[in-house]
């Protein structure tokens, strides 16, 4: 019997009744699980193995996968269902957290940076873009797809008025060393993009831009994990349909 706290990023009717459902754990990573039952109206697992739902998991090890004893609801993130939009962001989040997540490995900051983000959608009162980009640099970053951000690529040179980011290698590049491809950012913005990289988990969201500069980096950090993953993202495709 293993106990951990976990996030479901993912879930599957299996048959009748029973649900699959996959776990971001701090403890384990990425973790499939059965609900045996958990559609049935009065099954106590229902709301706490529910996609969204943070709680305090039992577990055991079946034959194909593991299989949820008990589980206690810690945050089941009701808000997200009043906004479309916001819950659509959340579900390209999951998405992106169930292909860069590692299994079988801690991944306690990704668990983080996923729970800090849905809190700040429920509340409503942060940028959807600012907790998109966050996300998805994050979770790049945590995934294996580190872009190297500390300076020029070419001569090294750790800012200029105007730096270029390249979303297919990752890499940045001063004014003198413009690349040609890569996105022109003020510096601000690449400075957002080494804060979001680079600093302690809980505080990633905690920088502002303006709205024009806020676009620019949601565009850049979605053309990054896009051409990183080599992935295609339909969550992130419906969230796009409601923002057009």
């Known amino acids: 019997m293993s106990t951990t706290k976990g996030l479901v990023i993912k879930e599957q009717t299996i048959g009748e009744s029973d649900r699959l459902v996959t776990l971001l754990t701090a403890d384990y990573g990425i973790v499939r699980a059965f609900v045996r039952g958990a559609k049935q109206v009065k099954n106590r697992l229902s709301s706490s193995t529910s996609l969204f739902a943070y709680s305090d998991f039992s577990l055991y090890r079946g034959r194909d996968a593991f299989v949820v004893d008990g589980a206690v609801p810690i945050e089941v993130f009701f808000d997200l269902r009043k906004d ?9 989040f999951a998405q992106l957290a169930y292909e860069l997540g590692n299994e079988e490995q801690p991944e306690d900051e990704m668990l983080s940076v996923m729970l800090n983000a849905l809190h700040l959608l429920c509340k409503g009162n942060k940028d959807i873009r600012l907790i998109k980009s966050a996300v998805e640099f994050r979770l790049a970053s945590l995934g294996g797809y580190m872009p190297n951000i500390l300076a020029c690529a070419k001569c090294s ?8 980011f390249d979303t297919l290698d990752g890499s940045i590049y001063c004014e003198n060393c413009a690349k040609a491809g890569a996105v022109a950012c003020p510096k601000n913005v690449i400075t957002a993009i080494r804060f979001i990289c680079l ?25 990054y994990i896009l051409s990183q993953t080599q992935r295609r993202f339909p969550t992130l495709e419906f969230y796009k349909s409601l923002t057009a």
């Open 84 to 92: 479309i939009e916001r819950l659509a962001a959340a579900q390209y």
């Open 157 to 164: 040179a750790y800012e200029s008025d105007v730096m270029y």
């Open 199 to 223: 600093t302690e988990p809980k505080k990633i969201y905690s920088f502002n831009l303006s709205s024009e500069n806020l676009e620019l980096l949601s565009n850049i950090s979605e053309r």
